[in-house]
Structures are given as structure tokens and as C-alpha cells.
């Protein structure tokens, strides 16, 4: 089955600065690729995703990349500001309706 | 935030006894699933149903029992055969056609073995 590893684990910014997070997945099959942001104690909630149709997509502050052929993808936070903080997840799957494999989780802690 | 509800927010259970968590979901997506978040983890598949009256496993099914009786509904069982039952419980639902892949998460249910 599919494999979803996540770097790094804990990554500590400075306000104003970027973070970067970065996954690999092992499932060549798989073609949609969401990032979830969870605050302690809440849900998941989805900020981005991305197809493998598609190289990069950007949404204000946030930016996925994909690498097909090297099966990995990023979300890069520019700008980064206190209510940033919280632990993100990376996920693949093989199509709509299907399963989610997650990665480890990145907590990020943004520092004022 | 609204569409999935899951009840209760928090449960106590003695070991031994069987506890079952409570996931309704009123967005009219034909798949859920049932995730288990320990903690500074990530989210694990327990089952996921994709059509009314099908489910199937995930990677952490053992000890867990599942129904599909009703689109809406999927509640989790967590039998006494499951060892280590002290965890995040995170249901979610999506659609499975229409183009849309993104999973709606419940708030959760935290359950402790006493």
C-alpha cells in the first residue's frame, strides 16, 4: 500500500520567515495530494491540494509543488505569522472518494 | 466547519467494555471514514465505507467494528479486544464523484480507558 513519510517533524520559524515542509509517497498511482492544518485539540482542516496534473498551485501565503517523477511534493508558508502555528499534515491518495494515506504530521511553532 | 457531527466529545470507558462513538454527516457525501490520532501522531485509517452497506478495512482495524447502514450515519465500535483503545477519534466524509477529493473531518471523539 501506499507510504507517505513527512520532514520535519518539529520546525521552528521566526515571524516573517518561510517554512517548508516536504513529503514523499511511494504509490506512483497516486494522483491527489491535500495539506491539512490541525490547532491543538481540533480537527483537520484542508488549506491546499494539488493533482498531479498540476506542478504548483498557489493560494496567498501557501504554495504546494509536486515532483511526479521523483514522487515528492512541499507546501512552503511565506511570511509566516503566530496564528500559523500548529501541526500540518501531508496525505496522498489514488482518487476522489478513495482513501487517504497521511504523513507524520510537521509541528510548526512560529515565533513573535 | 458544520456538516459532520460526532458524538460524544469525550468518553470514559473501563477496560473490558465496549464503547461506541457516534459520526453523522448531513453533506450527502457517499464515503466516510473512521481515523485514530495518537499523540504528536498522524491520522491512521481504522475502516472507511464508500457506498451504503459496504465498508472496508483500513491499516489499524483490529479491535474495531463498523456499520453502514444509513448514508448519513457510521458509527465505530471499539470492541474489549482492542488493546490499546486510548486515543483521538476522527471521523470524515467526501464525496466520491462531482470532482471534489477534499475530506470534511468531525470535531472528534477523545476516548480513555480507565
Known amino acids: 500500500g501506499e507510504n507517505v513519510e513527512q520532514h520535519p517533524s518539529t520546525l521552528s520559524v521566526q515571524e516573517g520567515d518561510s517554512a517548508v515542509i516536504k513529503c514523499t509517497y511511494s504509490d506512483s498511482a497516486s494522483n491527489y495530494f491535500p495539506w491539512y492544518k490541525q490547532e491543538l485539540g481540533k480537527r483537520p482542516q484542508l488549506i491546499i491540494d494539488i493533482r498531479s496534473n498540476v506542478g504548483e498551485k498557489k493560494d496567498q501565503r501557501i504554495a504546494v509543488t509536486l515532483n511526479k517523477t521523483a514522487k515528492h511534493f512541499s507546501l512552503h508558508i511565506t511570511e509566516t505569522q503566530p496564528e500559523d502555528s500548529a501541526v500540518y499534515f501531508c496525505?496522498?491518495?489514488?482518487?476522489?472518494?478513495?482513501?487517504?494515506?497521511f504523513g507524520g504530521g510537521t509541528r510548526v511553532l512560529v515565533k513573535p | 466547519d458544520g456538516g459532520i457531527t460526532q458524538s460524544p466529545k469525550y468518553l470514559f470507558r473501563k477496560e473490558g467494555q465496549n464503547v461506541t462513538l457516534s459520526c453523522e454527516q448531513n453533506l450527502n457525501h457517499d464515503a466516510m471514514y473512521w481515523y485514530r490520532q495518537d499523540p504528536g501522531q498522524g491520522l491512521r485509517l481504522i475502516y472507511y465505507?464508500?457506498?451504503?452497506?459496504?465498508?472496508q478495512k483500513g491499516d489499524i482495524a483490529e479491535g474495531y467494528s463498523v456499520s453502514r447502514e444509513k448514508k448519513e450515519s457510521f458509527p465505530l465500535t471499539v470492541t474489549s479486544a482492542q488493546k490499546n483503545p486510548t486515543a483521538f477519534y476522527l471521523c470524515?466524509?467526501?464525496?466520491?464523484?462531482?470532482?471534489?477529493?477534499?475530506?470534511?473531518f468531525g470535531p472528534g471523539t477523545r476516548l480513555t480507558v480507565l
Open positions: 496525505a496522498a491518495s489514488k482518487a476522489a472518494g478513495n482513501k487517504l494515506t
Open positions: 465505507s464508500q457506498i451504503v452497506n459496504d465498508f
Open positions: 470524515a466524509s467526501t464525496r466520491s464523484s462531482g470532482g471534489s477529493y477534499e475530506q470534511f
